[in-house]
């Protein structure tokens, strides 16, 4: 089917570029031979008017001889008075007047064409003109060759034979590119589908013969393919993470219960049943993260409104106790066109993180800062040294340093926060500060509402996504 559809697309090309040049080619040949006919005509014209020329003197002074001398194809008779021919050309000679019409009374010059006229050959065009006499008007009939509207044979064949050449060389051509072409795009789709989920790493023939446009379609689907292997490593690199963490707590609730089933009297049932349940809270929490971030993967629409940043995040504050002293400075009036319900769970996140890290107190600061709305979390913890300040937003990643106090986490909620301020056109980075670690969220700022009651609506479901965080 592929070869059908290959061989239909060069027949196709080339026998619609053919037509095209075909028929550029009959109008630029029909204007060339219009042109060349008018030439003719012209020429034999003025062939006739010298032929006039040279014997109405001969006649008016009554010098005519009877043989005039013979023309270019032209054939020449002069009639009396009595339509008697009293001269002609050498083969006219004695033979009756070649044509019988004349000019109207209002005109001295008239012309026919006569297949043939009389005493001649083939068709001719013959001109009729009228010499006035004392004893009345004379005719005098010039012959000339008929010249047809292209002019002349050598005319008509070099046009009809450019136009066949530069038909068959455009058919040449548009085959030759077309299938030059088209085994490029072959070559790319033959890749193409044998590329697999374990083949990732092969890549399309990008042509050096090929036009621009084939080897920017090859690129482009490199590129393509260097964006989906990246993908694919990070989603193989998320599924044995999340399996990992998975795991460990299903493991350890298994040997809890089995442990607990082996020796059912000496077992310490209402304990038991505590460490299971933390075992499925952490499954929860991972689970939960796990489709939030599905969610954020999606684009699913923000539902969007006018929010005061600075009250949303001191209601959410308000709403929970904290193990640290939380120190607040919190502008008033920072509008942002926000989801309340998504930055509520990025802030909680980064409360999460902070409260895990700091060492007695974590800032909290709203402010507007030029365009920007600006929301910053530091905590007064060890830090993150600047070579790991991305790698803590990657899902699934805990430092080695950090291991033993993120043991409750899920890896997960700095990505969710990260995901959070992209799908808001924001930015969320780790910057330098004094001591402990710096989270700075910035938003593009709005201005104020004329109304601002919904800035904050939607902030009380904030608890549903209070899940421990870590980095």
């Known amino acids: 089917m592929s070869n059908w559809n290959r061989s239909s697309v060069l027949v196709r090309r080339t026998v619609g570029y053919s037509i095209v040049a075909a028929l550029v080619c009959t109008g630029v040949s029909l204007l060339f031979l219009f042109v060349v006919g008018s030439r003719d005509a012209d020429a034999v014209r003025a062939r006739v008017t010298g032929a006039w020329d040279r014997t ?17 194809d032209l054939a020449i008779q002069v009639l009396d008075t009595q339509g008697q ?10 033979k009756p007047p070649m044509a019988t019409f004349r000019a109207p009374s209002a005109s001295v010059h008239a012309e ?62 548009t085959f030759h590119v077309v299938k030059r072409d088209m085994t490029a795009v072959d070559a790319i789709r033959t890749e193409l589908a044998e590329i697999t989920a374990t083949h990732l790493h092969r890549r399309v023939p990008v042509g050096c013969n090929s036009q621009e446009e084939i080897k920017l379609l090859a690129g482009t689907v490199n590129d393509t393919l260097d964006r989906l292997e990246g993908a694919y490593k990070q ?12 795991r460990n707590p299903l493991t350890a ?42 969610r954020l993967d999606a684009r699913a629409p923000l539902d969007l409104s006018a929010t005061d940043l600075g009250r949303l995040v001191g209601e959410e504050l308000d709403r929970h106790a904290y193990r640290m002293r939380l120190v607040r400075d919190l502008q008033r009036n920072v509008f942002v066109d926000c989801d309340p319900l998504r930055i509520t769970r990025l802030l909680v996140n980064l409360l999460d993180n902070a409260e895990r ?36 937003f990657d899902r699934f990643t805990r430092l080695d340093a950090s291991r033993d106090r993120d043991s409750g986490g899920t890896g997960l909620g700095l990505a ?31 201005e104020a509402p004329q109304t601002s009651g919904r800035s904050t609506h939607g902030a009380g479901h904030a608890g549903l996504f209070s899940f421990p965080v870590i980095r």
């Not at 020796?263 to 939960?288: C, E, F, N, S, Y």
């Not at 974590?362 to 709305?373: E, F, K, L, M, Y």
């Not at 995901?419 to 808001?424: D, G, K, Q, Y």
């Open 357 to 392: 890290h700091a060492s007695s107190r974590i800032t909290v600061v709203v402010r507007a800062d030029g365009p920007a709305a600006t929301l910053e979390v530091l905590d007064d913890g060890a830090g993150i040294a600047p070579e790991h300040r991305e790698r803590v």
């Open 56 to 72: 109405v003197p001969l006649i008016r002074e009554g010098y005519l001889p009877s043989m005039l001398p013979a023309g270019q």
């Open 112 to 173: 026919r064409v006569l297949c043939p006229p009389a005493g001649l050959k083939d068709c001719m065009t013959v001109f009729s003109y009228k010499v006035y006499q004392p004893d009345g008007p004379w005719l005098l009939y010039v012959a000339a060759p008929t010249v047809p509207w292209f002019g002349n044979m050598a005319a008509l064949s070099f046009a009809v034979g450019m136009s066949l050449l530069a038909t068959a060389m455009t058919a040449a051509g």
């Open 235 to 246: 989603l193989r690199q998320f599924t044995s993470d999340a399996s990992h963490d998975l």
């Open 253 to 294: 609730m298994r040997t809890q219960l089995e442990e607990a089933l082996m020796h059912p009297h000496d077992t310490d049932w209402p304990k038991t049943a505590g460490a299971v349940l933390a075992g499925v809270d952490r499954l929860q929490a991972i689970v939960t993260d796990l489709l939030t971030l599905a």
């Open 416 to 446: 969710i926060a990260r995901e959070i301020a992209e799908s808001h056109h924001g930015t969320l980075t780790i910057q330098d500060s004094e001591r402990g670690a710096r989270f700075v969220l910035r938003l593009p700022v709005r």
């Open 85 to 94: 021919v009293v001269a002609s050309t050498p083969q006219l000679a004695h």
